[in-house]
């Protein structure tokens, strides 16, 4: 955790003129770090076929949208795949207005008696056959000519350019890789006690560093898994709409934790004594000592996890040195 908030109402009302009296108040504990936009994921755009890439000549950063062309191939390989497609549906095609033309007579044949009802249903037969075989080699044509044509499949940048223009790839080989636009997320870590606090589901608030608007977010994944350095990486998303982050970019993301009820004191009426914090509480019968556990700040008051009640009056004015008033009666010189 590099800082903790707090969210309360005043909790002090003064007594006298050194003295205030504390209240309960509200507090919710709000856990800070330092966070980072990361892509969620990549997307890697492979060559489906072996072939030359020819264009159209992306670069590292570029902008792309959905459906647009990124890259081509071409080359002896898909030329020679092209041809023999093409060859294939004009073949298909052929045949197809065969079957249809030999259709036709058989039942323009059938109506004068010339020949049975089994030849014109054969003559059907091949023709739905003919039908079928063109219909796979257009299919197979169309899915050629759309795996040499590779387009981004998401609004994304171009995050790396595998394969240059010019270049061989083989079939399976990555020629760009994308970062989609709305595929981004925070990673924060926290450190000693604050990573037993923070679950999934807890919202908070990302700050841009460059002082962009502020977004709200959620923890939707705790890696459970320690750093090197003993921290322990959460995931969050934004909870509103698109907040436009970019990828790589730092901020401050801050976390409500528990909501709990603790009284406040003024910092300055805190004592440290021997390892222990102490306040002096004033009661009918003077000023007492009592030994509290101090909690998180806020500004220039410190909540008490244990140790006070609310309705309790505090000294503020001088307490250190009422606490220690009468020391120099045990005070003993150095031999």
Same mark, same amino acid.
């Given at each position: 955790m590099l800082g903790a908030g707090l969210l309360g109402?005043?909790?002090?009302?003064?007594?006298?003129?050194?003295?205030?009296?504390?209240?309960?108040?509200?507090?919710?504990?709000?856990?800070?770090?330092?966070?980072?936009?990361?892509?969620?994921?990549?997307?890697?755009?492979?060559?489906?076929?072996?072939?030359?890439?020819?264009?159209?000549?992306m670069v590292p950063g570029a902008l792309?949208?959905?459906?647009?062309?990124?890259?081509?191939?071409?080359?002896?390989?898909?030329?020679?795949?092209?041809?023999?497609?093409?060859?294939?549906?004009?073949?298909?095609?052929?045949?197809?207005?065969?079957?249809?033309?030999?259709?036709?007579?058989?039942?323009?044949?059938?109506?004068?008696?010339?020949?049975?009802?089994?030849?014109?249903?054969?003559a059907e037969g091949a023709a739905a056959q003919a039908q079928a075989a063109f219909d796979s080699a257009r299919a197979q044509l169309q899915s050629v000519r759309q795996t040499v044509t590779l387009k981004a499949p998401a609004d994304g940048t171009v995050l790396a350019v595998n394969a240059a223009e010019g270049e061989r790839v083989g079939a399976g080989e990555k020629i760009l890789t994308l970062q989609p636009a709305d595929k981004l997320w925070l990673k924060a870590a926290y450190y000693g006690s604050d990573m037993a606090a923070i679950h999934v589901g807890i919202t908070g608030q990302y700050s841009p560093a460059g002082g962009g608007e502020p977004?709200?977010?959620?923890?939707?994944?705790?890696?459970?898994?320690?750093?090197?350095?003993? @921290?322990?990486?959460?995931?969050?998303?934004?909870? #509103? /709409? !698109?907040? $436009? &982050?970019?990828?790589?970019?730092?901020?401050?993301?801050?976390?409500?934790?528990?909501v709990r009820s603790l009284v406040a004191v003024p910092t300055r009426a805190l004592i440290l004594d021997q390892g222990r914090w102490w306040v002096l509480v004033r009661t009918e019968? @003077?000023?007492?000592?009592?030994?509290?556990?101090? #909690? /998180? !700040?806020? $500004? &220039?008051?410190?909540?008490?996890?244990?140790?006070?009640?609310?309705g309790a009056e505090v000294v503020v004015d001088n307490a250190y040195l009422e606490f220690h008033r009468g020391i120099s009666k045990n005070y003993r010189p150095p031999d």
């Amino acid at each position: 955790m590099l800082g903790a908030g707090l969210l309360g109402a005043a909790g002090l009302a003064r007594a006298d003129t050194n003295v205030v009296i504390v209240r309960a108040v509200t507090v919710t504990n709000q856990f800070e770090a330092i966070a980072q936009v990361e892509p969620i994921a990549v997307l890697p755009l492979r060559a489906a076929q072996a072939g030359v890439v020819t264009g159209p000549g992306m670069v590292p950063g570029a902008l792309v949208r959905a459906g647009q062309e990124v890259a081509k191939l071409g080359g002896p390989e898909i030329q020679a795949l092209l041809a023999q497609d093409e060859a294939a549906v004009r073949s298909a095609r052929a045949n197809l207005f065969a079957a249809r033309k030999t259709l036709t007579i058989e039942r323009q044949q059938l109506a004068a008696h010339l020949v049975t009802r089994r030849t014109v249903l054969q003559a059907e037969g091949a023709a739905a056959q003919a039908q079928a075989a063109f219909d796979s080699a257009r299919a197979q044509l169309q899915s050629v000519r759309q795996t040499v044509t590779l387009k981004a499949p998401a609004d994304g940048t171009v995050l790396a350019v595998n394969a240059a223009e010019g270049e061989r790839v083989g079939a399976g080989e990555k020629i760009l890789t994308l970062q989609p636009a709305d595929k981004l997320w925070l990673k924060a870590a926290y450190y000693g006690s604050d990573m037993a606090a923070i679950h999934v589901g807890i919202t908070g608030q990302y700050s841009p560093a460059g002082g962009g608007e502020p977004a709200p977010v959620k923890v939707c994944t705790v890696f459970g898994a320690l750093a090197p350095d003993g @921290g322990e990486s959460v995931g969050l998303l934004a909870t #509103g /709409p !698109a907040p $436009g &982050w970019r990828s790589g970019e730092f901020g401050t993301v801050t976390l409500n934790g528990a909501v709990r009820s603790l009284v406040a004191v003024p910092t300055r009426a805190l004592i440290l004594d021997q390892g222990r914090w102490w306040v002096l509480v004033r009661t009918e019968h @003077g000023d007492h000592r009592r030994a509290v556990t101090p #909690g /998180p !700040a806020r $500004g &220039w008051e410190t909540f008490i996890e244990r140790g006070l009640e609310p309705g309790a009056e505090v000294v503020v004015d001088n307490a250190y040195l009422e606490f220690h008033r009468g020391i120099s009666k045990n005070y003993r010189p150095p031999d």
